[in-house]
């Protein structure tokens, strides 16, 4: 959708929604944690599954009780309470890093504060903390505080591109920039899940499923990968439609839902 107004753009997602929401939904609120907490939770769930980041932040808690005291705690004693979910060694001590920089900047872990800024002033004080990104710091204010702050994982730059809602010129940071003025607020939690979901089951890498999708006769980009599914009998083969029994999905939630523990 390049070169085209903002309206018409936001009249294409109205359409990518309702498909989404038909094929998925409804889509389960997901579950939310104090800001830091959340802060900790993204550190936890980078490079990992939402099973595993929640497991071990399960077990951080039950060790430590506060953010007060793994702020405190020696390194490896971190690493310890967060070994089942995976790169312990780095996320460890950039945990207890974090927590210290709040704590240095704000005298205390409570962000409950940011919620009050200007967004723009919100995300400037979450990204200037070291190792936190555009990314860390949408989920923050979204998911904990309620602000319609984006957060742009793999599987929604992914899907974004591959529907041309963000322009294939764009990296993850302008893209993050992008979709903010382009989503309505009330919107960014829900085309967040939704386009998460779609991404996860259906618009995979590294080719979708194109004949399972629902969005296939809006998609710009269908039209490329059916020739290259045509020459592999082998991905054609896998690129079956879904079932009915579809899981939810909760994106970046720390609490597995009972349908899928």
């Not at 900790?40 to 007060?68: C, P, W």
Request: net charge positive; proline share 7%; with cysteine.
């Amino acid at each position: 959708m390049p070169g085209i107004s903002i309206q018409h753009r936001r009249e294409k997602i109205d359409e990518f929604m309702y498909l989404l929401s038909k094929e998925y939904g409804p889509f389960e609120e997901p579950r939310t944690l104090p800001p830091a907490n959340e802060l900790v939770f993204t550190i936890l769930s980078q490079h990992t599954s939402d099973i595993n980041s929640g497991r071990a932040y399960q077990n951080l808690m039950k060790t430590f009780e506060t953010l007060e005291q793994v702020a405190e705690a020696e390194v490896t004693k971190i690493e310890t309470a967060i070994q089942r979910g995976g790169l312990a060694k780095i996320k460890a001590p950039r945990i207890k890093s974090v927590l210290n920089e709040i704590l240095d900047k704000n005298e205390s872990l409570d962000l409950n504060f940011l919620k009050y800024l200007p967004l723009e002033e919100a995300i400037k004080w979450l990204t200037e903390l070291k190792g936190i990104g555009p990314k860390s710091a949408g989920i923050v204010l979204n998911f904990s505080l309620g602000l319609p702050a984006m957060a742009i994982d793999t599987h929604i730059y992914r899907v974004s591109q591959r529907l041309n809602i963000i322009p294939k010129s764009k990296n993850v940071n302008k893209a993050h920039e992008f979709l903010q003025r382009i989503i309505l607020p009330d919107q960014i939690t829900k085309f967040h899940t939704a386009i998460i979901t779609h991404g996860r089951k259906t618009c995979i890498a590294p080719l979708p499923r194109c004949n399972a999708c629902v969005l296939k006769n809006l998609c710009p980009s269908k039209p490329g990968f059916d020739s290259k599914l045509k020459s592999s009998s082998k991905i054609s083969a896998k690129n079956v439609k879904l079932t009915a029994n579809k899981k939810k999905i909760i994106p970046h939630s720390p609490i597995p839902s009972e349908e899928n523990k």
